[in-house]
């Protein structure tokens, strides 16, 4: 009978959803394990790159069922987003339509693959009974003072026509979407305080203990958390005020100049101020700066750029004027948008007052060596050191100089120390359709009103028409955005702005434990019985995106009172897996290098794709597609299945016990059962404490042909090799489940495989019956041989000593010492 994967597979998906073996419910006598993926956005159809992140989450799921553990395993759908409205315009279609269609097409694929979900769970962001919540939790942050509206410089892509946050921008300063260089806009744009929790986003790193360590450095790095002095610096002969932030304090007696973002709000003063052809030039700068991408302006080595404006900065220490300059490098996004520019010991300084003849002064020294001279030094000198040319701190080592610095601005009321943050808050805006209505309306009378919680949702209008030019097509319905003031029942205006799809991701792992929650997001219950999430799996791109938000959100649901008040990190662990690639390159649609998981599938089933995807490389690592491979591994499959077909009858005659170890005595059935028993071992580690899935399967391999050779010669033996199968079948179950389901039924066994409890491994078996020991004299090694495993000391001296090879070594010399080490080694030492 041949492996026919295209019947079996359609008919043991059938029987789990029948028989619901795969939905999960509170059982606090039980163990829970949350497993879950970065759900997908529904893009119309899976690639590899989903196929190798669900199958990696779907072994765990199933080999932690058959631990024992109460395993919640749910699936949904990231559906709101730009894609569907650029799709929308493309296929003249609705962006509603297109994303249903997606998401029903998309379930039916992972069905076919065999994944064990919990499909009542199934959450899609785009449904009014999800976004409806993120309606809800807005307010709440809006109450607990965590939302704000103000208009500021954000980061803008042309071609999406929205907002980015700064998480969003990438790379060379590109959007993380299209890749379109990014440029600068004020707007007016609603934010989230993530800022008020920075800190807690920190020193909750270290907790993280089942998360990639490249994971944690890069979101220590993404907060960027610095210790420094906020002061002030007068502007002369003027009534404004520059503040500043620094780290390094001590080297404020070496500000030749100060610098201003070209965005800063005193550069328009100045510009007034000025008038004629000064202000005009100021103007021209900023508007030029405004087009131009932040890899651009900030890269070290790049040409620097930038405008005198004619006015003076006070030193607030030395009380020495510093030019006030413009300059392309300076951004608003980081600090006050104004630094204090020390060209001795910062190379983009140096770069710029090179260019613009402005004076550079060391104010530090090598411990060993004199202060490098201003005016000839080749570029910017070590900023640790010893103070030098800085009045009554000359002298001080680095550490000592910033500290004594700080106490004089405290102790003179001229600044304070700080704790700054590179994080910025969220922005939140995007000029976008498909998105969650952001519930807040603008009153002439009473300004800016949140939606009262009783009339939401706030709904998406499905009846619309895409603009072929792009822009948010809400601010052209008036029918929609046209509404009454809840405060004053006057007329007013939504807000046509929608959410940062990232609003939607989360939390919508707190809404899978209670999906069908109709009066909160979800219940605190179940929420407490299932969360945290025990393995989290997705792509290392969300690393300072999602993750970040996700943490924050749990900390504040937290604080709200929603999650438990211990309940401070959404994930426990995370396994970031790698990207699958051909020819060399990610598969993308672009280098035409993609393969369709559906063909796949259709040509060689859902359990072959699983088992190459989990063979073919660790998890966390690229996964290069063979062809050959893919044939291997249903090759592989196909012995498996003959086995068991064509030794059925012979298998069943050995069911109904299992033979101890003690009870053999025949070589080649004490060896088959060792084999088993140490795969059952390594497996088992392999995929519980190790997450290596491709030597768990090489394993198994070598077990599958291990049992093809074995020939049982009696009812023992048969009872060897049915146990063998039995526990083959059971360790390739979470990666082929469908043929070992078939095989299972097959032997006769009533119950599911997916829900039998996973083997458990018989010491005994595992010992060896016997041991090769080195013969050493005066510690050269002479010869090795075989000796009966567990020997002691004395018995193994005894059975060495007693062999005539060793007697003959020995003849006429004097025996000094001996030393035994049971197992691995006999030393003796002679004399002659």
């Given at each position: 009978?041949?492996?026919?994967?295209?019947?079996?597979?359609?008919?043991?998906?059938?029987?789990?959803?029948?028989?619901?073996?795969?939905?999960?419910?509170?059982?606090?006598?039980?163990?829970?394990?949350?497993?879950?993926?970065?759900?997908?956005?529904?893009?119309?159809?899976?690639?590899?790159?989903?196929?190798?992140?669900?199958?990696?989450?779907?072994?765990?799921?199933?080999?932690?069922?058959?631990?024992?553990?109460?395993?919640?395993?749910?699936?949904?759908?990231?559906?709101?987003?730009?894609?569907?409205?650029?799709?929308?315009?493309?296929?003249?279609?609705?962006?509603?339509?297109?994303?249903?269609?997606?998401?029903?097409?998309?379930?039916?694929?992972?069905?076919?693959?065999?994944?064990?979900?919990?499909?009542?769970?199934?959450?899609?962001?785009?449904?009014?009974?999800?976004?409806?919540?993120?309606?809800?939790?807005?307010?709440?942050?809006?109450?607990?003072?965590?939302?704000?509206?103000?208009?500021?410089?954000?980061?803008?892509?042309?071609?999406?026509?929205?907002?980015?946050?700064?998480?969003?921008?990438?790379?060379?300063?590109?959007?993380?979407?299209?890749?379109?260089?990014?440029?600068?806009?004020?707007?007016?744009?609603?934010?989230?305080?993530?800022?008020?929790?920075?800190?807690?986003?920190?020193?909750?790193?270290?907790?993280?203990?089942?998360?990639?360590?490249?994971?944690?450095?890069?979101?220590?790095?993404?907060?960027?958390?610095?210790?420094?002095?906020?002061?002030?610096?007068?502007?002369?002969?003027?009534?404004?005020?520059?503040?500043?932030?620094?780290?390094?304090?001590?080297?404020?007696?070496?500000?030749?100049?100060?610098?201003?973002?070209?965005?800063?709000?005193?550069?328009e003063k100045f510009a007034e101020m000025a008038g004629g052809e000064k202000a005009e030039e100021m103007r021209a700068f900023v508007k030029r700066m405004a087009s131009r991408s932040t890899i651009e302006r900030t890269a070290v080595g790049v040409d620097k750029e930038g405008i005198d404006t004619g006015f003076f900065a006070i030193n607030p220490l030395t009380g020495e004027k510093a030019p006030i300059w413009i300059a392309d490098y300076i951004l608003m996004d980081y600090g006050t948008g104004a630094i204090m520019g020390v060209p001795a010991h910062d190379q983009?300084?140096?770069?710029?007052?090179?260019?613009?003849?402005?004076?550079?002064?060391?104010?530090?020294?090598?411990?060993?060596?004199?202060?490098?001279?201003?005016?000839?030094?080749?570029?910017?000198?070590?900023?640790?050191?010893?103070?030098?040319?800085?009045?009554?701190?000359?002298?001080?080592?680095?550490?000592?100089?910033?500290?004594?610095?700080?106490?004089?601005?405290?102790?003179?009321?001229?600044?304070?120390?700080?704790?700054?943050?590179?994080?910025?808050?969220?922005?939140?805006?995007?000029?976008?359709?498909?998105?969650?209505?952001?519930?807040?309306?603008?009153?002439?009378?009473?300004?800016?009103?949140?939606?009262?919680?009783?009339?939401?949702?706030?709904?998406?209008?499905?009846?619309?028409?895409?603009?072929?030019?792009?822009?948010?097509?809400?601010?052209?319905?008036?029918?929609?955005?046209?509404?009454?003031?809840?405060?004053?029942?006057?007329?007013?205006?939504?807000?046509?702005?929608?959410?940062?799809?990232?609003?939607?991701?989360?939390?919508?792992?707190?809404?899978?434990?209670?999906?069908?929650?109709?009066?909160?997001?979800?219940?605190?219950?179940?929420?407490?019985?299932?969360?945290?999430?025990?393995?989290?799996?997705?792509?290392?791109?969300?690393?300072?995106?999602?993750?970040?938000?996700?943490?924050?959100?749990?900390?504040?649901?937290?604080?709200?009172?929603?999650?438990?008040?211990?309940?401070?990190?959404?994930?426990?662990?995370?396994?970031?897996?790698?990207?699958?690639?051909?020819?060399?390159?990610?598969?993308?649609?672009?280098?035409?290098?993609?393969?369709?998981?559906?063909?796949?599938?259709?040509?060689?089933?859902?359990?072959?794709?699983?088992?190459?995807?989990?063979?073919?490389?660790?998890?966390?690592?690229?996964?290069?597609?063979?062809?050959?491979?893919?044939?291997?591994?249903?090759?592989?499959?196909?012995?498996?299945?003959?086995?068991?077909?064509?030794?059925?009858?012979?298998?069943?005659?050995?069911?109904?016990?299992?033979?101890?170890?003690?009870?053999?005595?025949?070589?080649?059935?004490?060896?088959?059962?060792?084999?088993?028993?140490?795969?059952?071992?390594?497996?088992?580690?392999?995929?519980?404490?190790?997450?290596?899935?491709?030597?768990?399967?090489?394993?198994?391999?070598?077990?599958?042909?291990?049992?093809?050779?074995?020939?049982?010669?009696?009812?023992?033996?048969?009872?060897?090799?049915?146990?063998?199968?039995?526990?083959?079948?059971?360790?390739?179950?979470?990666?082929?489940?469908h043929i070992t389901e078939e095989l299972w039924q097959m032997l006769g066994n009533e119950d599911f495989l997916s829900t039998h409890k996973w083997f458990e491994v018989d010491e005994s078996a595992l010992v060896a019956d016997s041991a090769t020991v080195v013969l050493q004299i005066n510690g050269k090694v002479r010869e090795q041989f075989e000796v009966a495993a567990g020997l002691s000391k004395e018995e193994l001296l005894a059975e060495v000593m007693g062999r005539e090879a060793t007697k003959k070594r020995l003849e006429g010399r004097e025996i000094v010492k001996?030393?035994?080490?049971?197992?691995?080694?006999?030393?003796?030492?002679?004399?002659?």
């Amino acid at each position: 009978m041949p492996y026919d994967f295209s019947a079996i597979e359609p008919k043991w998906q059938k029987k789990w959803a029948d028989a619901k073996i795969f939905e999960a419910e509170p059982d606090p006598s039980k163990e829970k394990f949350y497993c879950l993926e970065m759900f997908p956005y529904p893009s119309g159809a899976l690639h590899m790159g989903h196929l190798r992140n669900y199958s990696i989450g779907d072994l765990f799921a199933r080999f932690l069922r058959m631990q024992g553990k109460n395993v919640l395993y749910p699936m949904g759908f990231d559906s709101f987003g730009m894609p569907a409205e650029n799709a929308a315009i493309k296929n003249n279609t609705a962006p509603s339509d297109w994303t249903w269609s997606n998401i029903e097409h998309m379930t039916q694929q992972l069905k076919r693959a065999g994944y064990s979900y919990d499909w009542r769970r199934r959450v899609e962001t785009c449904n009014v009974n999800y976004y409806k919540w993120n309606q809800w939790l807005f307010l709440q942050f809006y109450k607990k003072g965590l939302v704000y509206r103000r208009h500021a410089p954000v980061n803008w892509c042309e071609k999406c026509q929205t907002v980015l946050a700064n998480e969003q921008v990438v790379g060379e300063g590109v959007c993380w979407r299209c890749g379109t260089p990014v440029t600068k806009r004020n707007l007016d744009q609603w934010f989230i305080r993530i800022t008020d929790y920075a800190q807690e986003l920190v020193d909750c790193l270290d907790e993280l203990k089942g998360w990639p360590e490249r994971v944690v450095t890069m979101q220590r790095n993404w907060i960027g958390r610095s210790e420094g002095v906020h002061f002030e610096m007068e502007v002369a002969d003027t009534d404004l005020k520059l503040e500043a932030f620094t780290t390094r304090i001590d080297t404020i007696f070496g500000v030749t100049f100060v610098a201003l973002a070209a965005e800063h709000p005193c550069v328009e003063k100045f510009a007034e101020m000025a008038g004629g052809e000064k202000a005009e030039e100021m103007r021209a700068f900023v508007k030029r700066m405004a087009s131009r991408s932040t890899i651009e302006r900030t890269a070290v080595g790049v040409d620097k750029e930038g405008i005198d404006t004619g006015f003076f900065a006070i030193n607030p220490l030395t009380g020495e004027k510093a030019p006030i300059w413009i300059a392309d490098y300076i951004l608003m996004d980081y600090g006050t948008g104004a630094i204090m520019g020390v060209p001795a010991h910062d190379q983009r300084d140096f770069d710029f007052a090179r260019k613009y003849d402005i004076p550079v002064v060391a104010v530090v020294r090598p411990a060993d060596g004199p202060a490098p001279d201003g005016a000839t030094m080749p570029s910017a000198a070590a900023a640790d050191g010893v103070a030098c040319n800085s009045g009554f701190l000359d002298g001080l080592p680095t550490e000592e100089a910033i500290k004594k610095a700080a106490d004089w601005f405290e102790e003179h009321g001229r600044g304070k120390r700080e704790i700054r943050f590179r994080l910025r808050d969220w922005l939140i805006s995007r000029q976008r359709y498909w998105g969650t209505p952001i519930p807040m309306v603008y009153c002439d009378r009473c300004g800016i009103v949140p939606v009262p919680e009783d009339q939401l949702p706030v709904e998406l209008p499905l009846d619309i028409e895409m603009p072929k030019n792009g822009g948010n097509p809400l601010a052209l319905r008036p029918d929609w955005y046209n509404t009454t003031c809840p405060l004053c029942g006057g007329p007013a205006r939504r807000e046509t702005d929608t959410m940062d799809t990232f609003f939607c991701s989360s939390w919508y792992f707190d809404r899978y434990t209670s999906p069908w929650c109709d009066d909160k997001p979800f219940d605190k219950e179940a929420a407490k019985y299932w969360m945290t999430v025990d393995q989290y799996i997705g792509g290392i791109e969300h690393a300072c995106l999602h993750l970040i938000y996700a943490r924050f959100f749990t900390k504040v649901l937290s604080d709200l009172g929603l999650l438990p008040s211990d309940m401070r990190e959404p994930f426990k662990r995370l396994l970031t897996q790698g990207m699958v690639i051909k020819d060399g390159a990610k598969m993308s649609k672009s280098l035409g290098n993609v393969v369709d998981p559906d063909e796949i599938i259709k040509r060689y089933g859902a359990d072959t794709a699983r088992l190459f995807i989990l063979f073919a490389a660790p998890p966390e690592k690229d996964l290069d597609w063979s062809e050959s491979g893919v044939e291997g591994a249903h090759r592989f499959l196909g012995r498996v299945f003959r086995l068991v077909e064509q030794n059925v009858e012979e298998l069943k005659k050995g069911s109904g016990r299992r033979v101890k170890m003690s009870d053999l005595s025949a070589p080649a059935e004490r060896d088959m059962k060792r084999t088993i028993h140490s795969t059952l071992d390594r497996v088992t580690k392999d995929i519980r404490d190790e997450r290596q899935f491709n030597t768990a399967v090489a394993r198994l391999m070598e077990l599958a042909n291990a049992l093809l050779s074995f020939a049982p010669k009696d009812d023992k033996g048969r009872a060897v090799k049915r146990e063998g199968v039995e526990t083959l079948l059971c360790c390739l179950s979470p990666f082929a489940p469908h043929i070992t389901e078939e095989l299972w039924q097959m032997l006769g066994n009533e119950d599911f495989l997916s829900t039998h409890k996973w083997f458990e491994v018989d010491e005994s078996a595992l010992v060896a019956d016997s041991a090769t020991v080195v013969l050493q004299i005066n510690g050269k090694v002479r010869e090795q041989f075989e000796v009966a495993a567990g020997l002691s000391k004395e018995e193994l001296l005894a059975e060495v000593m007693g062999r005539e090879a060793t007697k003959k070594r020995l003849e006429g010399r004097e025996i000094v010492k001996t030393i035994a080490v049971p197992g691995k080694l006999v030393n003796i030492v002679v004399k002659g």
